[in-house]
């Protein structure tokens, strides 16, 4: 029952920031929650992730510089899907890091996202992974941007969730089988 008030809270469009540590089940949420729209269903995956396969019902696209992610999210503005799960795009902001919180950095994190908040006027609900702790990393810029937020972490056997505001304050918590989140999969995960 708490899974269904949980698809629920993700059913309108939106921009929807997913974060947590690294392997706190972020990419198998963000597909999970996007496979239960109907719909045109893109997986968008950079660094690490272009390794992984696509689940059934989606469309992948593989982003390997920084210049291919820009320009699939300003394609994206103008061609929007339903869901969208944009993964793991923090590893092409790598050579950001470097310069501190100066304007480059800003521009580049809101020139890919910006094109995001447009999708989702146009009835796309975009899913995007970042990682972090009680912040995600770049929550300055994200905040302008986010619908809300949801904080991943690993509890024993399972992952809880919780659905955050602009301000990170908590509206509620969910709890989701680890094996739920990984049946998104299939057979291939």
Known sequence: MAELGLTRAFRRP?????????????TAFS???ASKVRGEKIYAAAGKHVLVDAPSGFDKVSLYRLRDAVKFSLTVMGDAPEALVLDGVEALLAP???????????QF??????PLVQASRQGCRCYVTVEGGEKPH????????ATFFARTYVEEEEVRVELRDKDLRVLKRYLVSADV???VY????
């Open 31 to 33: 597909l999970w929650i």
């Open 14 to 26: 939106g921009v929807f920031f997913i974060y947590g540590r690294p392997l706190s089940f972020k």
């Open 186 to 189: 299939g057979d291939s995960g």
């Open 96 to 106: 950001l890091r470097g310069v501190s919180r100066s304007r480059v950095q800003l």
């Open 181 to 183: 989140l990984s049946g």
């Open 109 to 114: 994190l809101l020139l890919l996202f910006s």
């Open 138 to 145: 770049f929550y300055g810029v994200l905040r302008r941007l």
